[in-house]
């Protein structure tokens, strides 16, 4: 039976976890010094129902920069339930209405992706600079008040991506710098055509959760940083051999994966000065001030 804890605890950081660590208990197969466990399953009620599950997790002060003791939520699989459709699950809403009441300030996220681009191989990690929004209907904000021109530039915090490159490229072996994620709605997997329109508009990867994250993030003020773990030529599920591969890169590098985000929030300062909160404001349009004041 779901326990609903009323209280949402007070967090500098959080880790929307994504298939990438779907194969492992995050933190505790990772084994990062430092991290532990406070509570290992949090459910909290929301304007948009019941949420998953939540683990509150506490970085120890001997191993963070700044010397501080700081704590983290961590949910999976971007708070999406099982037996329900993703491609309409109010999950995203409920967990960034919490990471919002938490006070989070950097968020760190991973995903298992389809590679658009050729160059890219089973296994490679893409730490992405910018993304291409192909969704449908999905939430474009947690307050439907929230005026809709907000910044975008640099959707992916700068600090963020070099500190998840440097981890890393501490785990795996291949390690791509940039690179623009694609997101479609799903939960039908792309057609070649679909595939090739998002190669021809710039895309190099694709998945179903960027988006509404990456937009989440920024409207509650937190920098937002993603690493991506290409599972498959995009589009090509359905062949067995290719599944199996999949499963393959899924089980061999979640543990990697859950250890790079993980080092990210220790080596993160919560202080470290950044742009991205100066592209939460909204920016008002001059004929509009008067309508929306």
């Not at 309409?88 to 992706?113: C, D, E, H, M, Y």
């Not at 250890?259 to 993160?268: A, P, Q, Y």
């Amino acid at each position: 039976m779901t326990q609903l804890t009323n209280t949402i605890p007070a967090a500098d950081y959080a880790i929307v976890g994504g298939s990438a660590t779907s194969n492992c208990r995050l933190p505790e197969d990772a084994q990062v010094p430092g991290v532990r466990v406070v509570e290992p399953e949090l459910f909290f009620e929301t304007p948009y129902g019941v949420t998953t599950a939540f683990k509150l997790l506490e970085f120890d002060a001997a191993y963070t920069a700044d010397g501080q003791t700081h704590r983290a939520l961590a949910v999976r699989m971007h708070g999406w339930r099982k037996g329900f459709n993703w491609a309409t699950s109010q999950g995203p809403l409920q967990v960034f209405w919490v990471l919002k009441q938490a006070g989070v300030r950097k968020i760190a996220g991973n995903a298992g992706v389809g590679g658009i681009n050729k160059m890219l191989q089973g296994g490679d990690i893409v730490v992405a600079d910018d993304y291409l929004d192909f969704t449908q209907q999905r939430p474009s904000s947690l307050d439907e008040r929230w005026p809709n021109s907000v910044s975008m530039v640099e959707p992916y915090c700068p600090t963020g991506r070099k500190i998840l490159i440097d981890r890393a490229e501490r785990e795996f072996r291949r390690v791509q710098h940039t690179g623009i994620m694609g997101c479609s709605t799903g939960p039908y997997i792309e057609s070649p055509a679909h595939v090739a329109f998002m190669r021809q508009a710039g895309a190099d990867l694709v998945a179903q959760s960027t988006v509404p994250e990456i937009n989440f993030a920024r409207e509650i003020g937190a920098c937002y940083a993603g690493i991506y773990l290409v599972v498959n030529p995009a589009g090509y599920v359905a062949d067995p051999e290719t599944r199996q591969k999949m499963y393959q890169n899924y089980k061999k590098a979640a543990p990697g994966v859950a250890k790079v985000n993980l080092n990210t929030m220790l080596n993160w300062r919560v202080d470290e000065p950044c742009a991205c909160q100066e592209r939460t404001r909204p920016i008002m349009m001059p004929y509009a001030e008067e309508e929306l004041s």
